[in-house]
């Protein structure tokens, strides 16, 4: 099969033949049709110290799928050959405390598919039964592509309770993205995107902002002011890993208002403790989806109105990878789509 491999340690991803996967007794055979790129396949392609530290080549890149299963190991009686799937891209140990409590977001063993065993962006991917998501009838198949980081926003966006509530964006790539149009569908009154790509702040109101600003333009004080705001946000989604953007998100909370954090900063970041203790701030990490709540509440939703497609901007076939990643990298898109049906 034909598959996007990161071949030795150093830039750079080679499309190249290789062994199809083998299955074992518990585990699921897929040929991928359509795959997502992802923020950390860019550090992947790039090799940047995250890559360099975590790494181990040669690797199949890529966790975001949707494909057909076509073998099931010999234990497997859930899924069939014919079936649509995605996959959960966080293979949990099964055995930790959490694990056995349901609770396999909270494993702390937890092995990345496109990082830690080979992934997606393949003709064929191989992953545990415990990790592949059968969809619903009716799931539009690019989305399904995508079910894994829409739902690091929905995730992110079902954190803090959102009905009626005033809610702070920072960061609208593919993720914030798909995060506003969740807090829109899920009833919050006003969403407030800061970000200072002019194109995804476009982006951003078509999801269903109320306003997105520039943040090195206006001061989200003069805007909570203008929206007839007095009492701060209720709720922010931190999406985009820089220091600046959660301090200021930490200076514009209302009084017991709650921070979900998803985006991975690159360095530590300094933040005034007084602010969580005198405005009673609750800071939340997020990592990943619940398992499979998350899944559960994505495929409610759209099938209950909620419209993520315009988050997706561009599709390739896997061949144009290198225009596929340049387009990701731009940062002038939404989700980037690499199709692996056809030969
Ligand atoms: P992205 O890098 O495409 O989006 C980040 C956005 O933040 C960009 O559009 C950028 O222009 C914007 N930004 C830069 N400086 C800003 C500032 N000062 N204020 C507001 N916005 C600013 O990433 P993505 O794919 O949408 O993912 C969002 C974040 O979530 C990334 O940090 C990513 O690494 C992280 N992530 C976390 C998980 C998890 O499980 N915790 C999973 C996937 C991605
Ligand atoms: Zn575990």
């Known amino acids: ?28 055979l897929v040929k991928v049709r359509k795959t997502g790129i992802c923020g950390t396949d860019l550090h992947i392609e790039s090799w940047d110290p995250w890559a360099a ?3 181990h080549p040669p690797l199949i890149a890529g966790h975001e799928f949707v494909g057909e ?38 494993c702390a063993h937890t092995i990345g598919l496109g990082v830690g065993r080979d992934g997606c962006f393949a ?3 191989a992953l545990p039964m415990a990790n592949v998501w059968h969809h619903w009838p009716g799931i539009d198949e690019e989305v399904a592509a995508i079910f894994d980081p829409f739902g690091n926003a929905v995730h992110t966006a079902l954190a803090f309770p959102i009905l009626g509530e005033d809610v702070l964006v920072s960061g609208a790539g593919p993720i ?40 090195r333009e206006r001061d989200l004080h003069d805007v909570q002011a203008e929206l007839g705001m007095v009492e701060g946000f209720d709720v922010a989604m931190e999406m985009s890993g820089v220091a600046v953007a959660l301090r200021t ?17 690159t360095a530590e970041i300094t933040i005034d403790v007084n602010e969580i203790v005198f405005n009673q701030l609750t800071l939340r ?12 509440k994505m495929t409610v939703m759209l099938q209950s109105g909620l419209d993520i497609k315009p988050a997706i901007t561009h599709r390739f076939p896997y061949r144009d990878h290198a225009a596929a990643f340049a387009a990701a990298r731009s940062g002038d898109s939404g989700k980037v789509i690499m199709e692996w049906a056809e030969r």
């Not at 150093?10 to 585990?27: F, R, S, W």
């Not at 959960?88 to 909270?106: I, S, Y």
């Open 53 to 55: 530290r975590t790494i």
């Open 176 to 215: 914030g993205l798909m995060a506003i149009a969740v807090a829109r569908h899920a009833g919050a009154r006003l969403i407030v995107v800061s970000e200072p790509n002019a194109y995804r702040r476009d982006l951003a109101v078509r999801m269903g902002a109320t306003v997105a600003i520039d943040p």
């Open 285 to 296: 990490g997020i990592y990943g989806r619940e398992m499979y709540e998350t899944w559960y």
């Open 1 to 28: 099969m034909r598959a996007l491999v990161k071949t030795q340690a150093g830039p750079g991803l080679t499309l190249m033949e290789v062994p199809e996967p083998a299955i074992g007794i518990n585990d699921v």
């Open 123 to 125: 003709e064929y991917v």
């Open 249 to 265: 998100a930490m200076d514009n909370m209302a009084h017991g208002g709650g921070i979900a954090i998803l985006g991975i900063p």
């Open 69 to 106: 299963i076509t073998a099931v190991g010999s234990n497997v009686s859930d899924f069939h050959p014919g079936e649509i799937v995605s996959g959960e891209g966080h293979v949990t140990c099964g055995r930790c405390r959490h694990c056995l409590a349901g609770r396999r977001h909270l």
